[in-house]
């Protein structure tokens, strides 16, 4: 673990193997075995036995190794410190931002409701928001206001989340509101974007500024803009579109109808 840690970040996942050879009345697993391990390795993000043999745990092991690969721990989250780490709480500032319609600094309930259905598809009743507010508001005093909702209570539930092992919820948050500034995408990488619009129905804001689109990535951006109802805002700054990109996105922008643009 400390060579690959020298080398290139990657996520582990530590699968015991042949469980139905162990002894039943051996004490110790590999649960209690690998928490020290894991307390000191970020990187590891669950242990699990199986048995292919006799098929125990195996669909769990997939299970378990895609969500580490899909939704990973370790980008958003400290485990050492138990806090989010800094780039997540960067972007996670810039989507409390994007929610808070009225700029008031928080998000009563019809912002909270907003982000929820964003999120979920789901709208939470009056009893429900209120029981968020005072989970926070237990926690982190500050986190509530006359308001609502503020971005210190954003940030701790979006945390509570990861810690309570619904990594996928803060990740689900995140992927609605791409960051992609000054990532070296080119124009296939604009293309594969445009075809993630073109299938999404949730991304509402997506940020490529300072990439290398040009006009073909902004000409594939339209076409995928035009299929697409769910984008609010979309930034390309920084990427030598020129005019012929401009008119490009500006057609799909119009077949799109009520996105914010900013070239």
Known sequence: MPLQRKSVFITVVVVGCKLDLRDQEQIADLEQAMSPIMQQFGEIETCIECSALRNIQVHEVFYYSQKAVVHPTAPLFDQELQTLKPRGTRALKRIFILCDYDRDGALNDAELNDFQSDVSMLLLQPSE????????????????????????????????????????????????FLELNNNLIDYSGFSGLASALLKSKTINA???????????????????LEGNRSLRELYVNGNSVGDEGVRALVSGLVLHKGSEYEF
């Open 206 to 224: 997506m940020y490529l500024n300072g990439n290398y689109g040009g006009v073909l990535g902004a000409a594939a951006l339209a076409k995928g």
């Open 129 to 176: 928001i209120d029981n968020v507010k005072n989970v926070v508001k237990e926690q982190v005093p500050e986190g509530v206001n006359y308001h609502g909702l503020t971005l210190a209570g954003f940030l701790f539930l979006n945390a509570l989340f990861v810690e309570r092992g619904k990594v996928e919820t803060a990740w689900t948050v995140l992927l609605q």
